[in-house]
T-cell receptor, first 114, second 117 residues
Framework: GQQVMQIPQYQHVQEGEDFTTYCNSSTTLSNIQWYKQRPGGHPVFLIQLVKSGEVKKQKRLTFQFGEAKKNSSLHITATQTTDVGTYFCAGPQVSSSNTGKLIFGQGTTLQVKP | KAGVTQTPRYLIKTRGQQVTLSCSPISGHRSVSWYQQTPGQGLQFLFEYFSETQRNKGNFPGRFSGRQFSNSRSEMNVSTLELGDSALYLC????????????????FGPGTRLTVL
């Protein structure tokens, strides 16, 4: 079945350093979503990318969708302690009945040292 | 608008028992999905309900079941609990796009932490 893989699993950075997490799908995705889960919290939607090669920015966060729509990345510039959490990518798996379900990557847990 | 609510927030059960978890979606959202989150397996899709119909199902045994009511509230039930069922169970609601190419963002509830002893 379809798989969505994320690397790295964990990342420790010094505050102010940049951070990137990568997401790869075994199949072409119609779109990809990114979520952030703070420690002890629940996943919160960050963004959705739909177009091939799409790049979107949210302040210090830059999201990219690959040209082949099989990979995506999230880059955080100059990390802050508020960026701590686990970042998940998720892509829809479409069934033969034309309904979908979201398949989540394993997540990348970011720790930021002040 | 109020967010997604889940009850109870914490639950302790013993092996063999059954449990029912409840989820109230955001007002106007007709789709409710359930996920199991564990440290080892991450976020695993359980099932999705839309207008009281189960539209999708993940790879979980039949002990896991759910339903959705006419007001979009949803429940999931786990029978004959096993130690491995200990997890955070998350419910998420969404508006649900008109087709499979656009999957609306999921609004997650705080989850129910289930511990099976």
């Amino acid at each position: 079945g379809q798989q969505v893989m994320q690397i790295p699993q964990y990342q420790h950075v010094q505050e102010g350093e940049d951070f990137t997490t990568y997401c790869n799908s075994s199949t072409t995705l119609s779109n990809i979503q990114w979520y952030k889960q703070r420690p002890g919290g629940h996943p919160v939607f960050l963004i959705q990318l739909v177009k091939s090669g799409e790049v979107k920015k949210q302040k210090r966060l830059t999201f990219q969708f690959g040209e082949a729509k099989k990979n995506s990345s999230l880059h955080i510039t100059a990390t802050q302690t508020t960026d701590v959490g686990t970042y998940f990518c998720a892509g829809p798996q479409v069934s033969s009945s034309n309904t979908g379900k979201l398949i989540f990557g394993q997540g990348t847990t970011l720790q930021v040292k002040p | 608008k109020a967010g997604v609510t889940q009850t109870p927030r914490y639950l302790i059960k013993t092996r063999g028992q059954q449990v029912t978890l409840s989820c109230s979606p955001i007002s106007g959202h007709r789709s409710v999905s359930w996920y199991q989150q564990t440290p080892g397996q991450g976020l695993q899709f359980l099932f999705e309900y839309f207008s009281e119909t189960q539209r999708n199902k993940g790879n979980f045994p039949g002990r896991f079941s759910g339903r959705q009511f006419s007001n979009s509230r949803s429940e999931m039930n786990v029978s004959t609990l096993e130690l491995g069922d200990s997890a955070l169970y998350l419910c998420a609601s969404s508006l649900r796009g008109s087709g499979p190419t656009i999957y609306n963002e999921q609004f997650f509830g705080p989850g129910t932490r289930l511990t099976v002893l």
